[in-house]
């Protein structure tokens, strides 16, 4: 389970600690959730609040989203086609949370997007991509597109650890007609270095000195063995809560897999390209199917922290922690898009599904996700005080700029203007079945051609750019732990089970009362 993380000595509560739960007002989570004929959704209670003896700044956001991976914010995106691909998740983990690229594509395209996200910001980059002094304009430009960057170190042999010759940006071929033109005809040989052995801290000083976009390193015999960018250092200054892996501190990234053979040979590539985390995506995650591949994983890529799922139960959470899941993925058909409980006749409501995983769970020190079902900042706090270490989210996140697809342009409901919206669809649904994952959907033998949909294509109105979203989620969280006088996750998960967090279940009229009410006519801002 998640280390708690200690509230600093000098935030104590400034009532006695005999007083601070001295009145058990409301009803602890073990009353609410634990009638095994009710289920609760996000919607049908509400937490107390708490004593408040620290500011909002102070909340703690960290977290894990399995075993061994750390987030600085419990906010992940879904593995979906209109959710997650290298653009959100760069900018998932540039604010503290995770994305997990969709594998509605081949291989090689997933393996793209996770590139783009592994190679986004690094202190020494050790494998840049290289190019040779023989190698043409075209395949510079290649790079740039497939990746994003410019700025490709020209060595002899056009690999690493071979004699750095020049260095290739932008400004050296944007100008050139022939795309055939050898690099050596145009690179920049000029170069500012370092040598190996340089920390990061001399090697950016050098880059800010020499105003270069880019130091490479050299060994004694002038062999590349790596890059600074100048890139990474503005990044750094902005983004001083990314979430990145412990060794090589490059962005976290998860990717997400099915359970067909084939999904093998798509994980050891994913591994490769260096996911942190991978996700068995399905619905009714207790199959031997599932089963079969965690424990393949476990075998060959022993490394790999492995989130399964989806469950709802404690048996089918048994089941795959069993089986060596460091995390599980909660939530059957809660999902905005999601027609799961009306088709298949199975599900859970949400939050009765993240408690009651959330406890078997944490017996076991795995983290749970709470996913699906979140439509306002509320129901991400609820997924945590309910035991989930982070929520995963589809509609809330879609429609951002950094999601996929383009924005179209509809009138506004009322007819005032025009609003901009972006497609968001369920990986059930007939889109995106027909799209690329049409073959976990057929049924075997006669049927095969018969798809049974799970799911809806929508849209969801522009919020913007996730560089002012996230940080208002991030934000708004920590008001509501703040309110509950809870200063982590962890500690809002102590609190929930030493039953001191209290709830209450809301009637539709208090539903109502808690709602925007007895006006006119309102405006939501953010
Ligand atoms: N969280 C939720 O409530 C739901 C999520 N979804 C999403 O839709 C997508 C697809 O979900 P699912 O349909 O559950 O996908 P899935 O790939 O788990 O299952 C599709 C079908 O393939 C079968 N299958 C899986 N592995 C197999 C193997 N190795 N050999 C033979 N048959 C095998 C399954 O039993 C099932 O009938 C996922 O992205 C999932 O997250 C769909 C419905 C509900
Ligand atoms: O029943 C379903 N049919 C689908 O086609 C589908 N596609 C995604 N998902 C699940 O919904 C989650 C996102 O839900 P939200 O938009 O509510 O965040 C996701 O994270 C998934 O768990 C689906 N569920
Ligand atoms: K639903």
Redesign the pocket.
Known sequence: MNSTIPAPKKLQPVVPADELFKYQDGASAKDLFNSGATGYAYNDFVMLPGHIYFGADDVSLETKVSRNVTLRAPFVS???DTVTESDMAIHMALFGGIGVVHYNNTVREQKREVDRVKRYENGFITDPKTLSPRDTVADALEIKKRYGFMGIPITSSGGMESKLCGIVTTRDVEFVKDVTTPLQDVMTTELVTANQGTTLEQAYNIIKKAKKGKLPIINERGELVGLVARTDILKNRDYPNSAKDAKRKRLLCGAAIGTRKEDRDRLDTLAEAGIDVVVLDS?QGDSMFQLDMLRWIKTAHPGLDVIAG?VVTQNQAAHLIAAGADGL?V?M????????QEVMACGRPQATAVYRVAKLAAEHGVPVIA?????SVGHIIKGLALGASSV?????LAGTQESPGEYVYRSAPGGDGTVRYKKYR????VA?MKAGSAVRYFAEGENERIRVA??VTGSVADKGSLKRYLPYLTTAVKHGLQDMGVMSVAQMHEYMRADNLRFQVRTPAAQAEGGVHSLASWDREH
Not at 333 to 340: D, H, K, Q, R, V
Not at 426 to 429: A, L, R, T
């Open positions: 879904s593995p979906m619905s989806n993925r939530g058909g809660c999902g905005s898009i999601c027609t799961t996913d699906g079902g979140v439509s995963m989210m589809g509609s809330m369920g990986m059930g649904s995106a799970q799911g």
